[in-house]
T-cell receptor
Framework: AQSVAQPEDQVNVAEGNPLTVKCTYSVSGNPYLFWYVQYPNRGLQFLLKYITGDNLVKGSYGFEAEFNKSQTSFHLKKPSALVSDSALYFCAVRDYGNTGFQKLVFGTGTRLLVSP | NAGVTQTPKFRILKIGQSMTLQCTQDMNHNYMYWYRQDPGMGLKLIYYSVGAGITDKGEVPNGYNVSRSTTEDFPLRLELAAPSQTSVYFC???????????FGQGTRLTVV
């Protein structure tokens, strides 16, 4: 089965500093990777995805992610963090069910806390 | 645009009771998903559907059932509720597995 791992439960960063939220993947074949964000008491919102092409993917709200095949990573980044970026971030991967259908599987999430 | 609508938003069930969580989407998406979110555990896939009449189990299907008789609706049935099913449940939909998934606001379920 394909999977993603988010090694950090929480990331703390000061406003204005660059931020990185880590994600590593375990995939056979070409990975289809995603990042989502969840604000308090809300459903998840899509940020960006990597299917193929450029290793640097740009997404919503100034976020970007770098796909690194040799390190099997897909880290989420932003050059300058905002307090409003504080939220729960999820990495996700396309996986295959037992019947061969494709599905979306999420990591455990990383809480980002940006301090003023 | 309504997007993905889940009802109810909150519910308290007694052990052994049953209920159905409703989910409907108005985007004509093929894929629909049910996830549960427990603190520190991320999102676990319960069931998913790739189209009307086609469903498949996810990571944690025990104690749940689903049906997909129409493109729009994907209800989740809990039979004989147990405290372990206390969680926040999210429904989502997407056109394909590779396109953006849209999530509902969630249903907070407590089993006592």
């Amino acid at each position: 089965a394909q999977s993603v791992a988010q090694p950090e439960d929480q990331v703390n960063v000061a406003e204005g500093n660059p931020l990185t939220v880590k994600c590593t993947y375990s995939v056979s074949g070409n990975p289809y990777l995603f990042w989502y964000v969840q604000y308090p008491n809300r459903g998840l919102q899509f940020l960006l995805k990597y299917i193929t092409g450029d290793n640097l993917v740009k997404g919503s709200y100034g976020f970007e992610a770098e796909f690194n095949k040799s390190q099997t990573s897909f880290h989420l980044k932003k050059p300058s963090a905002l307090v409003s970026d504080s939220a729960l971030y999820f990495c996700a991967v396309r996986d295959y069910g037992n019947t061969g259908f494709q599905k979306l599987v999420f990591g455990t999430g990383t809480r980002l806390l940006v301090s003023p | 645009n309504a997007g993905v609508t889940q009802t109810p938003k909150f519910r308290i069930l007694k052990i052994g009771q049953s209920m159905t969580l409703q989910c409907t989407q108005d985007m004509n998406h093929n894929y629909m998903y049910w996830y549960r979110q427990d603190p520190g555990m991320g999102l676990k896939l319960i069931y998913y559907s790739v189209g009307a009449g086609i469903t498949d189990k996810g990571e944690v299907p025990n104690g749940y059932n689903v049906s997909r008789s129409t493109t729009e609706d994907f209800p989740l049935r809990l039979e004989l509720a147990a405290p372990s099913q206390t969680s926040v449940y999210f429904c989502a939909s997407s056109q394909t597995v590779n396109t953006e998934a849209f999530f509902g606001q969630g249903t907070r379920l407590t089993v006592v």
